[in-house]
T-cell receptor, first 114, second 113 residues
């Protein structure tokens, strides 16, 4: 089972920031938080990941609480193309190449509206 | 550089038949993972290959199998197809090191009649 809890759906106005929460209260010390998204009928797309520090890249920012029990993915200026299902996943990095088994939950369906 | 390529993109089979799906990872990527996506069960991990060896396997029956070739290309096979095998089958590749970032293909949509 997925170790994360996300709201099933959210709406966001175009141009505004989209803040997607994720609860992972049972996260272990060696587990990272990953975010992926899946636009309808496409393969999932990696967005960002982090361990305990906040992270930012060209797509989004990831804010992880100090106790690491929850995090928020921030899309600073949402566009219609950001409409997708967003998945929050926790997993440990495995040395030696075994890293492909992500456990996807149901995710949050983000609808960006004009 | 080219992304993950999956073939065929769409296919229709009948119950009892078998199917083989192909995945070409991003050049230089050594790890290939396969996922099944259905409306009811969502995205579920099938198996992962690294350097031609199966590293992990999900909770699927033995009818689902896979392999990886020396050039990192991978195939998965489903034998004795059932109606419930209708799904989007996704392949993902990664460097196979610490990155943790998977690159997914567009998937192969299988319909079993």
């Amino acid at each position: 089972d997925a170790k994360t809890t996300q709201p099933p759906s959210m709406d966001c106005a175009e141009g505004r920031a989209a803040n997607l929460p994720c609860n992972h209260s049972t996260i272990s010390g060696n587990e990272y938080v990953y975010w992926y998204r899946q636009i309808h009928s496409q393969g999932p797309q990696y967005i960002i990941h982090g361990l305990k520090n906040n992270e930012t890249n060209e797509m989004a920012s990831l804010i992880i609480t100090e106790d690491r029990k929850s995090s928020t993915l921030i899309l600073p200026h949402a566009t219609l193309r950001d409409t997708a299902v967003y998945y929050c996943i926790v997993r440990a990095l495995n040395y030696g190449g075994s890293q492909g088994n992500l456990i996807f939950g149901k995710g949050t369906k983000l609808s960006v509206k004009p | 550089k080219a992304g993950v390529t999956q073939t065929p993109r769409y296919l229709i089979k009948t119950r009892g038949q078998q199917v083989t799906l192909s995945c070409s990872p991003i050049s230089g990527h050594r790890s290939v993972s396969w996922y099944q996506q259905t409306p009811g069960q969502g995205l579920q991990f099938l198996f992962e290959y690294f350097s031609e060896t199966q590293r992990n396997k999900g909770n699927f029956p033995g009818r689902f199998s896979g392999r990886q070739f020396s050039n990192s290309r991978s195939e998965m096979n489903v034998s004795t197809l059932e109606l419930g095998d209708s799904a989007l089958y996704l392949c993902a590749s990664s460097l196979g090191q610490l990155a943790g970032e998977l690159f997914f293909g567009e998937g192969s949509r299988l319909t079993v009649l």
